[in-house]
């Protein structure tokens, strides 16, 4: 019995979910979240997953491998990394021998230090004619190979010449005795028709059809650029098309899309619902029911960037100003797959679309068979790097021989950077491991100065460690940098409220910030004038696009424009100054946030602020995270952070992680006044949580690209607290100083030898600086993840490369250890995983670079003047980032992280699959647990840590690169220092 | 120092500098030794400043000398009979159009310098760049059509090589051909227009063109109405009037200073400078006045409702910039020079300020946003009958892809597929070369 039309539509939009999932999973450029590149191939294991998704997308799964051989150099990976690596791969295997006496692990080594050149066809041919390949021996052969190779003849170049020859001849023997291996080249799944007629008549369909649906999609999905908005976008995409392109103007698009009008209109008359359009659409292009899903996901991934944002629109609308656009992936997938059949049908010209299409399979083309040559290169190559002589290849017998080709093949160029990679991240693995190991436990102050709570951001390490360098009489602590207010927000000068939360979580309460005295005059006529400079801003925003405004602004305006032009681009910190005091905005009016439930319904969300009960419930559990709840100072500082910066698209990209691409001052600012408030603080000691009557909590924020640290709600401060707070005031400036320099030393354009001075003035003139595409680094360099006591990791010089987790193991009455994993984790191997892709393809997982980015619908950026909507991050935020997997050191024992495991199956995955590392730090000693498939094996210490007892500045002073861990302020300096 | 040759000496100084600077910035390169990038910008830093201060000094000793157009004589005489001439002219809208460009392109290439820093194609960029400022100074100094078509070729061709900046991807150097084609007419024009001026009127000095009294005494009615209809298309091709509208979208390839430099502020106006100086040539013309007018009303107005619909910055942008370009030319054709000019200085840098800071809309929105207090979006169409089809012809920029495609491309592709098929079938009759032509394929 054929399927009914309902059966068949469910199991087509079943097919496009799956589909679905393999598109990028990002949002509005303005919320920017770091998620897993790769997410859909997460039940992979890693090395698996990234070669399958490297397939689907045409990316790369590594590293080129000359990078990996360049770390060879500078140290980065030694060679018995290397080797451990290839006997983990190789496991019993790695002894047997496989080409004379040489074994498996020691013919991979030899071929993954040195490489194998990598050619074929007339490359090749031009590499034997052209090059000295077949006159002189390989230029970067191991000592013991051009030893033996030389022993052969003398050193003169006649005997060498007639070496390598003969050696070439041997080779292309042992390659015919050695049987052809069968071809395997099965009939691949169905590619698009567009690749088969690219393929036999140079015609681009796409090249037809994709500049009309960009438009088209771009103008339905934009958030505000446009003047006009698509009529009647409100019904969706695939009715504005039908109703647009229908007009027989639309003809006039391009001469294969002649036939749009007619198709569109007839497929109008049919009223169909989009899912049905498709499958009518798909019967027509001549795709077998079998073949709808590899199609389909070709489609969908041809224009993956702009699917991926419809999908996400279409998902998440509370991310958009635009919350009511019905945006459909199967709509855009009807529309494109109408658009295709127009083109197909010009394409085919007089021939009908099914014959049309039934040649175009048919004339497919196998892969050709490698030929002799192309099969004895890479086994002259091996037989160099081990020292083969020609008489030895000679001797092979036919099974040697084939022996050793499919060794060869074995180790292709992906299976070759797989090893070296696993080589790279081991060595830096190892590098912590030592450093925690032999690290001595810097006890915190007893009785603290003041606390600072900050963010589990990896940059806020460098920031505690000069705070702690500043005054050795604070204590720092860390969490995740929502301090769990997870809430919708809104500003006092905000005109949309926004999430502030991990993205994992949809917040139910709405919190808005107040002016304290809405009713005075000043704050008034402030309200007033801002509204008068909105308008005239907007008046000139559209204003300048048209014809009679537009001649107006700029005949009258354009020539003063000079003015802030050359300012702005000469002078960015005095052009800054001098807008501030052009537009005076006297002090900012006092505000207060409204925290307290509310009974007016939200304009998002469920419930409009908290009650004290929930309040008490978000401070409990974060003091108790932290493991501090039972001696917290009187002054306890809470610092969000957040990034601003100029002509930056990606500027959300480096907010906060864990307010979901926000800036976390007010979720600081919320969990500060929920802790101040008596009433949450009386229900908490009544579970037994006691919060010291003396204590204060004061939110704030940190600008990361500025290193600004601005106060909340000062005018609250006890009286009594006020010098105390000075003194920590001081404390933060000197520290901002100082963490300013130390970030300064990874910009080339900051000479090394300049000084604390000079680094505050130049990150504030890159954060306001409209030509500075690299205003600062953000997560690039991220590497581990230390979850457990300060004491452990203080004094240690971890170059912004860690984020740190607070967790006191000694103070888990059991669950505190899971609820900050599952906080913790997901935001940081999201971090982690999209730096290693867009940093391993930059222009295939990353954007590429910046500069010609061109942002489209206020959505995403566009490279130039049309492109699919790129995605990941761009070339200038990860170009210093060492693509590796995040190693994870949790201080528990591992039976305890077992116990965590146990219960948090989406982790113990991760970890199974290797997409993260992790080891255990036991709390008591110093001893070390790396955990791998088979358990957990103990840490030997491999280098001593090195110390040096003046503080950061001596370690990192006057160097660029990345710099080894380092003790910089061990138990011993500190009593020096006192 | 005579005053005489104090001008012609910091006239020769304003081409100098760049032009050393090129030198010095270039020469490393080739030999594959490029320069280290502070060293390189340093040296494009000076070379634009000590233009900029020759320029103004040539400006205040041209003021004094009276302020009357001069003309420096600099060579030529090179072919029989004298008639090509190496010849500058020094007047007020010469050396205004040569600082506001000198001036703009020494900011863009401060801006550049940080932006571009650590760019692959760093120093190809600014070569270009400084290319590009010679031919400006050579398109508003000149004082013969020899001297013209040089500049006018160089700004072209850095401007397409630019455009194809980032040429490992094939979006844009699929562009940059297609702005180069588009230029080639225009410089074809002009090719024609000084062939003509030279056998008309026996020189190719472009003084007599640009004072009313020389365009009427060397040129009859008909000659004139010939060579300005012939600049006209040249300067058309290079601002993107219509119907040459199609290539502007597409230059927004290269890096985004480039892309501002070049069609935000300068290039784009290069057409309108040149249409300005050659204006006593359009008063003695009516036709061509007529056509000048209707290209600049037209594209003022396809512009205007192209811009509505872009939903892309870069895009939104350039056609906003060339709407106003539209009005510029039509303020020339109707002898409004003083008011053109100073449109176009404001169209230049206004359109520059927004250019570089397009990758800041979404900060601007916000902000704009904020003081509002509501969304930007304006809710706005066009209403009616005819909104369906305004809307589809804003979308799809006015069809000029598609249309260009059909009425151009497609008969020249076609001839050119026949002529080598007969080419093909003629020579493959020939002994010896049948072969070559059979391998050919």
Known sequence: MPPTAADDTAALSEIIEHVAHLLPAQGPISIFIHHNTLHAFESLPFEEAVVRAGEKFGCEPFLPEDEYRAEFLRGRIADADLELALREELRDQADLPVLGDISRLELRRRIARHGLPQASGPALSWLLKETSALRRYRGDLPPDAREALSAAGSEDSAAELAGVLGLWEACLSAARRSPQSPAQEPAGPMPRLRDLILESRGVDLDAWVHPLLIRLVAAFLDQGLAHWTLPGRERGLYDCFLDLYSHPLASLCGRWAAGLPPLLKEERDLKLYPMASLRRSLEALGVRPEERESYLEATILALRGWGGMVRQLGKRPDRVPARSLPASLTEFLAVRLLLQRAALAFAAGSTPVAEFVSSLRAARPGAAAPSLEERAWPLFHTAQLCGLQAAQVADLTAEQACAWEAEVREFSTVARRRVLHAAYERHLRGRLCDALAQHAPVESPAKPAFQAIFCLDEREESFRRHLEEVEPEAETLSTAGFFGVAMYYQGATDAHPRPLCPIAIRPAHFVEEVKADPGSTAVRWRSTRRRGAGRFGKAVHFGSATLAGGALVTALLGPLSIIPLVLRVLFPRWARAWEGSLLPLETAPVTRLKLDRAPDPPPIGTHSGYTKAEMAQVVGSVLRGLGAADRLAELVAVLGHGSVSLNNPHESAHDCGACGGGRGGPNARAFAQMANDPEVRALLAGEGLRIPKATWFVGAQRNTCDNSVDFYDLDLLPKRLETRFDAAAKAFARARRHEAHERCRRFESFPTSAGTGAAVSHVEARSHDLAQPRPEYGHATNAFCIVGRRERTRGLFLDRRAFLVSYDPLKDGGGTLETTLSAVVPVVAGISLEYYFSRVDPTGYGCGTKLPHNIACLLGVMDGAQSDLRTGLPWQMVEIHEPVRLFMVVECLPDRFDRVLAVQPDLRGLLERRWLFAACLDPDSGALWLREADGYRPWRPEKALAAVAEGSLAWYGGKRGHLPIAEVMGAASKEGRA | MSPDEALRTAVLACFAAP???????????????????????????????????????????????????????????????????????????????????????????????????????????????????????????????????????????????????????????????????????????????????????????????????????????????????????????????????????????????????????????????????????????????????????????????????????????????LTQVGIIFVEIALGLKVLAFLHMVGNACYRLLQFLSAPNILHDIHELENDLGGSIAQAGAPAGASARWLYLLALERGFLDGMIERCIVQPVAQAVSRLDRLDRRLCGSLPGLAREAADGD
Do not use: N
């Not at chain 2, 029989?80 to 290439?109: E, N, P, Q, R, Y």
């Not at chain 2, 020189?203 to 365009?215: E, W």
């Not at chain 2, 396809?302 to 509505?308: C, E, P, S, W």
């Open chain 2, 19 to 321: 032009a050393l600077a090129l030198a010095a910035v270039a020469a490393p390169s080739f030999f594959r030794r490029p320069l280290p990038e502070g060293r390189a910008g340093a040296i494009v830093q000076t070379g634009m400043l000590s233009c900029l201060a020759a320029l103004l000094a040539a400006a205040l000793l041209w003021d004094r000398a009276g302020g009357a157009p001069a003309v420096l004589a600099l060579g030529g005489g090179w072919v029989t009979g004298g008639a090509f001439a190496f010849d500058l002219v020094v007047d007020g809208w010469s050396l205004g159009f040569a600082i506001l460009s000198v001036a703009i392109c020494g900011v863009v290439s401060a801006f550049s310098f940080r932006y571009l820093h650590q760019e692959r194609g760093f120093h190809r960029y600014f070569i270009l760049l400084v290319a590009f400022v010679l031919g400006l100074l050579l398109v508003s100094l000149a004082g013969s059509i020899e001297v013209l078509y040089a500049g006018w070729e160089v700004m072209g061709l850095s401007s397409a090589l630019l455009v194809a900046f980032f040429h490992e991807r094939p979006a844009p150097v699929e562009s940059g051909f297609r702005v180069l084609a588009f230029y080639r007419i225009g410089d074809a024009c002009m090719l024609a227009a000084a062939a003509l001026l030279h056998h008309w009127s026996g020189s190719g000095s472009l003084a007599m063109l640009f004072s009313r009294s020389g365009a009427e005494a060397a040129l009859t009615p008909g000659h004139a109405a010939a060579i300005a209809v012939l600049l006209i298309a040249a300067a058309g091709a290079k601002s993107a009037l219509l119907p040459f509208s199609t290539w502007l979208p597409r230059a927004m390839e290269g890096p985004t200073p480039s892309s501002a430099v070049y069609y935000g502020a300068l290039s784009i106006h290069a057409g309108c400078f040149l249409l300005l100086r050659a204006s006593p040539l359009l008063s003695q013309s009516p036709l061509a006045r007529g056509l000048a007018a209707s290209a600049g009303a037209a594209t003022a107005i396809y512009a205007a409702l192209v811009t509505r619909a872009q939903s892309d910055v870069k895009s939104r942008l350039c056609f906003s910039s």
